[in-house]
C-alpha cells in the first residue's frame, strides 16, 4: 500500500498552460506539506498545511495555489506555467507537526 | 533562517568501506531526518532523530543537539547505497530546511 502517493508522475507540458498535481495520504495525517526539488537537486518548502489549513506559504509565486478538500488530500495548482517551474515536486505528511514526515515519489515536471 | 550544511558534498567508495556523513545546523531544531534519495529519485525516510542514537542494519545515524550536529554512519556499504543523501532539520516544526546533500557512490 502506497503511504503517500502522488499523480501524475510525469508531467510535460507548454508554457503559458494550467495543470494540477494531485497528492493522497492513507496515514491518517493531519499535516501535508509540498516540497520542490530543482535541477541542482536542492529540495525547499512550499507550502504546509494542517488540518486543512494553510500554515506555510514559502514566498511562492501566487500562480500556485494548493487546495485541501479534506485532511487526506493536498493538491497543487499551477497556473500560467512559466520554464522556471520545472522541477521535481514532493508530497509529503506527517502525524502532526514536530513529527517525521513521509514522502510521495515526485511529480517531474517538465515545461517545454 | 537556519542554516544545514553537509558534508562531503561528494564521496566515493569501494564496496564494503565504511563512511561518515556529517550534517551541521545553526540553530535548534525540534525535528532531524535523514534520507536517501535513489537513482529513481525516491526520498527514503532514514531516521527521525532529532537527539540521540539510532541503528537501523548496517546504517546509524546520532545527533547532538547541544552542539548542533548529526552524523549518519554506513558500514560494509554496498551499490545499492549509491545516491544522495539528505539532512533536514525543522526548527519550528512546520516545515524542513534540507542541506545540499552527499552524493555517494559506491564502486564494486
Known amino acids: 500500500d502506497t503511504a503517500v502517493s502522488q499523480t501524475p508522475k510525469y508531467l510535460v507540458t507548454q508554457m503559458g498552460n494550467d495543470k494540477s498535481i494531485k497528492c493522497e495520504q492513507n496515514l491518517g495525517h493531519d499535516t501535508m506539506y509540498w516540497y520542490k526539488q530543482d535541477s541542482k537537486k536542492f529540495l525547499k518548502i512550499m507550502f504546509s498545511y494542517n488540518n486543512k489549513e494553510l500554515i506555510i506559504n514559502e514566498t511562492v509565486p501566487n500562480r500556485f495555489s494548493p487546495k485541501s478538500p479534506d485532511k487526506a488530500h493536498l493538491n497543487l495548482h499551477i497556473n500560467s506555467l512559466e520554464l522556471g517551474d520545472s522541477a521535481v515536486y514532493f508530497c509529503?505528511?506527517?502525524?502532526?507537526?514536530?513529527?517525521?514526515?513521509?514522502f510521495g515519489d515526485g511529480t517531474r515536471l517538465s515545461i517545454l | 533562517g537556519i542554516q544545514v550544511e553537509q558534508s562531503p558534498p561528494d564521496l566515493i567508495l569501494q564496496e564494503g568501506a565504511n563512511s561518515t556523513l556529517r550534517c551541521n545546523f545553526s540553530?535548534?531544531?525540534?525535528?532531524l531526518q535523514w534520507f536517501h534519495q535513489n537513482p529513481w529519485g525516491q526520498l527514503i525516510n532514514l531516521f527521525y532523530?532529532?537527539?540521540g542514537t539510532k541503528q537501523n542494519g548496517r546504517l546509524s545515524a546520532t545527533t547532538v543537539a547541544t552542539e548542533r550536529y548529526s552524523l549518519l554512519y554506513i558500514s560494509s556499504s554496498q551499490t545499492t547505497d549509491s545516491g544522495v543523501y539528505f539532512c533536514?532539520?525543522?526548527?519550528?516544526?512546520?516545515?524542513?530546511?534540507f542541506g545540499k546533500g552527499t552524493s555517494l557512490l559506491v564502486t564494486p
Open positions: 532523530i532529532p537527539s
Open positions: 540553530d535548534s531544531v525540534n525535528n
Open positions: 533536514a532539520v525543522d526548527p519550528a516544526g512546520y516545515a524542513l530546511n
Open positions: 509529503a505528511s506527517s502525524r502532526t507537526v514536530n513529527q517525521p514526515q513521509h
